[in-house]
């Protein structure tokens, strides 16, 4: 979500500092510009004394300037700590049974459940990141494939095995998973 945020927002202010650049770029060396644009010359000025005072005389105005500066500090600061908030999951609760609740951490429970994938036969190297929130968490797997392995056979041993052992000894009622394969890259065997 936040990637894509940022591609959007990039590519609009992109987009409006490439026109805007333009069109002043067009005015200043000569170019005809269409009759709305606001500078027509080498000469013209970007904002003129005019324009300046025009609107500081209005009891609306100072408001309307504060309000749309208020909004915009408030979207920059959303947007910076929206980039500073971690995807990974600090902690994940576990039923206790007593109705209170234990708090496992996120990367205790990302370790083993590594450490237990990467441990199946044909998987060269596993990695884990909890992401969600800490009372449904989701895991992201990443298994590193030896050239040997069968992937439906390591699939099912993952799901079956670690998975579900992480899911039963975090008593959470599900443990979905995303899991990415890729393979080792090795060179070709010769046959003699």
Do not use: F
């Amino acid at each position: 979500m936040i990637g894509t945020v940022n591609r959007v927002l990039l590519g609009l202010a992109g987009l409006v500092l490439v026109c805007v650049g333009g069109g002043v770029l067009a005015a200043a060396v000569g170019l005809s510009v269409p009759s709305w644009w606001p500078w027509y010359g080498k000469n013209d000025v970007l904002l003129s004394d005019a324009d300046r005072d025009r609107w500081r005389s209005e009891g609306w105005w100072w408001p309307v300037v504060i309000a749309v500066l208020a909004v915009l500090v408030v979207l920059a600061l959303w947007w910076l700590l929206a980039q500073l908030r971690r995807a990974r999951l600090a902690e994940v609760l576990v039923d206790s049974g007593d109705g209170e609740g234990a708090l496992l951490r996120g990367r205790a429970l990302e370790g083993v459940l590594a450490q237990e994938a990467g441990a199946l036969d044909g998987v060269a190297r596993a990695q884990v990141v909890l992401t969600g929130r800490r009372s449904e968490p989701q895991a992201r797997v990443r298994l590193l494939m030896e050239p040997h392995a069968g992937p439906d056979e390591a699939l099912g041993r993952l799901t079956d095995e670690a998975l579900a052992h992480a899911r039963d000894s975090a008593g959470l009622a599900k443990l979905p998973a995303e899991v990415r394969l890729k393979a080792v890259k090795h060179r070709a065997e010769r046959v003699s």
